[in-house]
């Protein structure tokens, strides 16, 4: 068969375009078959060059710069939205989509009274109307730069477990705030030798205000005076701790000082992290997250480390949401998880009955106070001071240690830099 030239092919499309659009099925079939016979199309392409036309391939002009435009949907998120997005998602610790989603109006409130952000009134409306899922979608390649692991170094104190009630999961009572879970994160940083500073970390149930403490060591005076300190920063009364059966503890001297004060006290069951699962998430996202995995250990770093965590009480209680799992169901083999509306631990107070109006307005007092951004920037400083005075001695260790090097690197907090805070 001879092959047609381009202003034949041209010429042939523009007169069978029309005919097949008007022709019945069986017509189109014949159609189709004198086409492909006569110009060499495969069956596919011809169909679609008959239905749709040849605008798209030979209508074009292609000196014209809206020739070079994609086809398809008008990108909605534009590169400026994105840009405003990702702030904002950095200034509050990258939280997921439907976290982001629950503050978002709250934030930029916020952010533009402090003068940390400067949005036009399209991108404004465009951040605000955003979805959860699309949020993840537009973040996801941001979000895998921001990877860490870490381990446990509990040991067990039993002489005194028969005397503290246990308590699983089931048992809580989410209403009522001042029942905190507590535990100890290790900073040992891959080498358990010799004493390393922990961090006392404990969340109330109900509302999930964070409070942690960083220690000497897990001595129990230590644990105790920072429990002590923990009291007297809540915005509520404490009525109830429950621990895990580490012997820092399991011991006389805290049963008494419970006692004492009409505290309530009870533990987890051993090996059963779950029954301790508020505060053993928060180990990750509130200790982790923030301080890293180095080996902390001298008074100074135990100082920076108070010095974040100051900070983190405000920005972690006042700024960034959590959901709580409100219903579990079992089907089989399928396992059905329901939470209910992202909030701050301080809305939660704020909505909680039990909590009294004088600490309220306390609350609402000091949330008038403070920038996020700002806080932000503060730890991001502290952080960037302790993991380089952790990691100037890392190196003097870590080629006699057998732990691989990568599972006590500091976490990726500081990538907030480059996202222009």
Same mark, same amino acid.
């Given at each position: 068969?001879?092959?047609?030239?381009?202003?034949?092919?041209?010429?042939?499309?523009?007169?069978?375009?029309?005919?097949?659009?008007?022709?019945?099925?069986?017509?189109?079939?014949?159609?189709?078959?004198?086409?492909?016979?006569?110009?060499?199309?495969?069956?596919?392409?011809?169909?679609?060059?008959?239905?749709?036309?040849?605008?798209?391939?030979?209508?074009?002009?292609?000196?014209?710069?809206?020739?070079?435009?994609?086809?398809?949907?008008?990108?909605?998120?534009?590169?400026?939205?994105?840009?405003?997005?990702?702030?904002?998602?950095?200034?509050?610790?990258?939280?997921?989509?439907?976290?982001?989603?629950?503050?978002?109006?709250?934030?930029?409130?916020?952010?533009?009274?402090?003068?940390?952000?400067?949005?036009?009134?399209?991108?404004?409306?465009?951040?605000?109307?955003?979805?959860?899922?699309?949020?993840?979608?537009?973040?996801?390649?941001?979000?895998?730069?921001?990877?860490?692991?870490?381990?446990?170094?509990?040991?067990?104190?039993?002489?005194?477990?028969?005397?503290?009630?246990?308590?699983?999961?089931?048992?809580?009572?989410?209403?009522?705030?001042?029942?905190?879970?507590?535990?100890?994160?290790?900073?040992?940083?891959?080498?358990?030798?010799?004493?390393?500073?922990?961090?006392?970390?404990?969340?109330?149930?109900?509302?999930?205000?964070?409070?942690?403490?960083?220690?000497?060591?897990?001595?129990?005076?230590?644990?105790?005076?920072?429990?002590?300190?923990?009291?007297?920063?809540?915005?509520?009364?404490?009525?109830?701790?429950?621990?895990?059966?580490?012997?820092?503890?399991?011991?006389?001297?805290?049963?008494?000082?419970?006692?004492?004060?009409?505290?309530?006290?009870?533990?987890?069951?051993?090996?059963?992290?779950?029954?301790?699962?508020?505060?053993?998430? /928060?180990?990750?996202?509130?200790?982790?997250? +923030?301080?890293? &995995?180095? @080996?902390?250990? #001298? *008074?100074?770093?135990? =100082? !920076?480390?108070?010095?974040?965590?100051?900070?983190?009480?405000?920005?972690?209680?006042?700024?960034?949401?959590?959901?709580?799992?409100?219903? /579990?169901?079992?089907?089989?083999?399928?396992? +059905?998880?329901? &939470?209910? @509306?992202?909030? #701050? *631990?301080?809305?939660? =107070? !704020?909505?909680?009955?039990?909590?009294?109006?004088?600490?309220?307005?306390?609350?609402?007092?000091?949330?008038?106070?403070?920038?996020?951004? /700002?806080?932000?920037?503060?730890?991001?400083?502290?952080?960037?001071?302790?993991?380089?005075?952790?990691?100037?001695?890392?190196? !003097?260790?870590?080629?006699?240690?057998?732990?691989?090097?990568?599972?006590?690197?500091?976490?990726?907090?500081?990538?907030?830099?480059?996202?222009?805070?």
């Amino acid at each position: 068969m001879k092959e047609l030239n381009l202003n034949t092919r041209k010429a042939l499309i523009s007169q069978l375009i029309n005919r097949y659009k008007k022709s019945s099925k069986k017509s189109k079939s014949k159609l189709l078959d004198e086409f492909v016979a006569t110009i060499g199309y495969n069956r596919c392409y011809a169909r679609r060059i008959l239905r749709q036309g040849h605008k798209r391939r030979y209508e074009w002009n292609h000196s014209s710069p809206a020739s070079k435009k994609p086809p398809g949907r008008k990108r909605k998120y534009t590169a400026e939205i994105f840009d405003a997005l990702i702030k904002v998602w950095a200034i509050l610790n990258f939280p997921c989509g439907k976290r982001l989603k629950a503050i978002m109006k709250e934030i930029i409130e916020v952010l533009e009274k402090w003068g940390e952000i400067h949005l036009s009134e399209e991108i404004k409306a465009l951040l605000l109307v955003v979805s959860a899922s699309t949020i993840d979608r537009l973040l996801k390649a941001e979000r895998k730069k921001l990877q860490i692991k870490g381990r446990s170094g509990t040991k067990p104190g039993s002489l005194l477990k028969h005397k503290i009630p246990i308590r699983t999961f089931a048992d809580w009572d989410n209403a009522k705030p001042g029942f905190l879970q507590i535990d100890l994160v290790g900073h040992e940083g891959g080498n358990a030798r010799g004493d390393f500073c922990q961090t006392l970390d404990a969340t109330d149930v109900a509302t999930g205000w964070i409070d942690p403490e960083a220690i000497k060591n897990k001595a129990q005076v230590w644990v105790f005076k920072a429990l002590e300190h923990i009291r007297r920063r809540l915005p509520f009364p404490l009525l109830g701790i429950n621990s895990d059966c580490g012997s820092e503890f399991i011991n006389s001297h805290l049963i008494r000082y419970c006692h004492k004060h009409k505290v309530t006290f009870t533990r987890s069951r051993a090996s059963k992290k779950n029954d301790n699962c508020y505060v053993e998430q /928060k180990n990750y996202t509130a200790v982790r997250q +923030t301080v890293g &995995y180095y @080996r902390y250990d #001298t *008074p100074r770093e135990q =100082a !920076l480390l108070n010095q974040i965590y100051a900070i983190y009480r405000l920005y972690g209680n006042f700024f960034l949401p959590q959901m709580k799992l409100t219903e /579990k169901i079992r089907n089989g083999s399928k396992v +059905t998880k329901k &939470y209910d @509306r992202p909030q #701050t *631990p301080y809305a939660r =107070a !704020l909505a909680n009955a039990y909590v009294s109006g004088e600490a309220k307005e306390k609350l609402k007092q000091q949330y008038a106070t403070l920038n996020p951004a /700002k806080l932000r920037r503060d730890m991001l400083l502290l952080q960037e001071k302790l993991h380089r005075l952790a990691s100037s001695k890392h190196n !003097l260790w870590a080629s006699e240690s057998t732990t691989p090097v990568e599972s006590v690197v500091a976490p990726q907090e500081n990538l907030a830099y480059a996202y222009a805070l």
